[in-house]
Nanobody, 115 residues
Framework: EVQLVESGGGLVQPGGSLRLSCAASGFFFSIYGMNWVRQAPGKGLEWVSSINSDGGSTSYADSVKGRFTISRDNTKNTLYLQMNSLKPEDTAVYYC????????RGQGTQVTVSS
């Protein structure tokens, strides 16, 4: 059974930082690309970032480019999202997801950016 468990969310002031983690199990993590997506209140899912299987290729939505960094540790089956210079519009539930498997998504972790 595929399991993706996100953690690291919380309340942070504008300009602050958070590091999200996603612990993966139930599949060969190291051979799959992974994504971070988010859902703001009252809005649909928004793609945030992707990383390929060995971490050598990454991509970002324009809204987070230069502020967020995706990474992975295949020895720990863990995906990360370092979020810097956070803005109120980054407030959302953040999910990790296995690339090309839209149903494989965790329960999410809430990120709230507010003063």
């Amino acid at each position: 059974e595929v399991q993706l468990v996100e953690s690291g969310g919380g309340l942070v002031q504008p300009g602050g930082s958070l590091r999200l983690s996603c612990a993966a199990s139930g599949f060969f993590f190291s051979i799959y690309g992974m994504n971070w997506v988010r859902q703001a209140p009252g809005k649909g899912l928004e793609w945030v970032s992707s990383i390929n299987s060995d971490g050598g290729s990454t991509s970002y939505a324009d809204s987070v480019k230069g502020r967020f960094t995706i990474s992975r540790d295949n020895t720990k089956n863990t995906l990360y999202l370092q979020m810097n210079s956070l803005k109120p519009e980054d407030t959302a539930v953040y999910y990790c997801a296995r690339a090309n498997f839209p149903g494989d998504r965790g329960q999410g972790t809430q990120v709230t950016v507010s003063s």
